[in-house]
């Protein structure tokens, strides 16, 4: 049995490791969003309520962002390419069971395991990238290539989603991962090296604690849009959940080895970076989401040209993300980080203005190039924010906050303006509801996004601009 080796800094087969890494996240972010265009054949094939639709896709978020730091840890104690074989094994067989669905409990059951699977993965995807490239360009181009081929693949899930919707069937969309997931770990067997393994013990109770409260502020945000807050067993179900997520602070301040080290937070930058990223991805699921439901159910669109008309998003995301390594050269992450967040703010408060009888080029294409220039401009420099000035050794913990502040982010963010969506609505009916539920929800969006722009500003670009301004004085 040979032993595990340290990945060398200059190992062989670097282009085809990245490639490796890129292809099986654009998996996970794919599976995200190729379901979205879908969601209308989904709900009247599977039997899902308006409301409900929303666990196709908390269901498998919720499992990804509440299980992915002790799949961060298990690829610590493990090895990081067997857990990342593994969890494309599961995965994959997952997506399998997702196309051949009957019944909405089935689905939501294997996008939870679906969910589980991503968990043990993402991590593992980040951890290799940052073990494989040396800190400074070379990982910042690598890490520039993750997150622009999250972009475009969630762009490309919502074009696909409905093109398959449409002319084929949504299963379509699961039933691709086969091919790709056993191809990968072909792949990965081949050309990644095993990590070391450290000796550990896994946080259990630190996992079971933090998925569950997670779970809870989900399902309470998402049955208060049914039943209001008025509700008694909405406001149980959150009351919980705060409990359940404050044991989990105190059982990882007590754990010997915990999943989630709170001395990452010891960082205001990282801090920051994790907060920024949970309200903005928060307020971009959300604008995937209700944006396919007013596209189809306001608008009119079909599943195919739906999945078309995200194409303004995708034109400019991509190059833009691509361009941020040379960026960094110039300017900074946190300069970078106060121009896309404010286009980001200027396009959900545009989207908030659309109205049934809105031109779809002037009300949502328009805004949707700028969401595409927001994006390609936040993400990495969070990314390199929320892993700043971490030890490799602890490349899997920090690699799996970021990723855990991604889906915290997708579940509890859409769960929240889904609620927010319902507030004062009771009253209206058919296409009117609709409309004033899709602007709310953009409102929200837009609330959301201001708020990661302040804590950006207060937490990275202010201390940025201030220990720049003292680097030059000392340098006179």
């Given amino acids: 049995m040979s032993t595990p080796i340290a990945l060398d800094r200059a190992a062989p087969h670097k282009g085809i490791i990245l490639a490796i890494i890129l292809v099986s996240y654009v998996m996970i972010v794919l599976d995200i969003s190729v379901v979205l265009t879908g969601l209308p054949a989904i709900q009247h094939q599977l039997g899902f309520t308006e409301a409900n639709l929303a666990w196709v896709q908390s269901a498998y978020t919720l499992t990804f962002g509440g299980l992915l730091l002790l799949g961060a840890r298990a690829g610590d104690i493990l090895g990081r390419r067997l857990m990342f074989i593994a969890g494309l094994a599961i995965f994959t067989l997952a997506s399998l069971a997702i196309g051949a669905a009957q019944s909405a409990a089935w689905m939501l059951s294997w996008r939870a395991i679906q969910g589980v699977g991503a968990a043990v993965l993402a991590p593992s995807t980040l951890a290799l990238l940052q073990t494989n490239f040396e800190e400074g360009e070379e990982r910042t181009r690598a890490v520039s290539w993750y997150s622009a081929a999250a972009g475009l693949s969630a762009m490309v899930g919502l074009i696909l989603g409905g093109i398959l919707a449409q002319w084929v069937s949504w299963r379509a969309g699961f039933y691709i991962n086969l091919p790709i997931g056993v191809g990968m770990i072909a792949a990965a067997r081949r050309y990644i ?12 109770a630190g996992a079971l604690t933090s998925t569950a409260g997670m779970a809870g502020l989900v399902y309470g945000f998402i049955r208060s849009g049914q039943e209001g807050w008025e509700d008694p067993f909405t406001m149980l179900t959150i009351g919980l959940a705060i409990v359940c997520l404050a044991s989990f602070i105190a059982i990882e301040h007590r754990a010997e080895q915990p999943i989630l080290p709170l001395w990452l937070f010891s960082s ?3 801090s920051g970076a994790y907060a920024a990223r949970v309200l903005y991805l928060g307020a971009m699921v959300g604008f995937f989401f209700f944006t396919t439901i007013y596209l189809q159910e306001v608008a009119g669109f079909g599943p195919a040209r739906s999945g078309l008309a995200f194409l303004p998003a995708t034109v400019l995301q991509f190059p833009f993300a691509l361009a941020v390594p040379r960026l960094l050269r110039r300017y900074s992450p ?25 031109n779809y080029m002037l009300a949502v294409g328009l805004p949707m190039l700028l969401i595409g220039i927001s994006q390609g401009l936040t993400l990495s420099p969070l990314t390199i924010a929320g892993v700043a000035g971490v030890d490799p050794r602890y490349a899997g913990a920090a690699s799996g906050a970021v990723n855990a502040a991604h889906q915290i982010g997708a579940s509890v963010g859409l769960s929240i303006l889904v609620s927010v969506a319902a507030i004062g609505t009771g009253s209206l009916k058919g296409l009117d509801m609709t409309a004033r539920r899709i602007a709310q929800a953009y409102d929200g969006g837009t609330v959301m996004l201001i708020l990661a722009l302040v804590i950006v500003l207060v937490t990275i670009v202010v201390p940025a601009s201030t220990n720049e301004t003292r680097a030059q004085e000392q340098g006179c």
């Fill in 334 to 358: 946190a300069q970078l980080l106060s121009v896309g967040m404010p286009i980001g703010i200027v396009a959900m408060g545009w989207l908030s203005l659309a109205r049934p009888e809105a």
């Fill in 193 to 204: 090296p095993e990590t070391v393994k450290h000796s550990g013990r896994f946080d259990l």
């Fill in 268 to 270: 205001m930058q990282r």
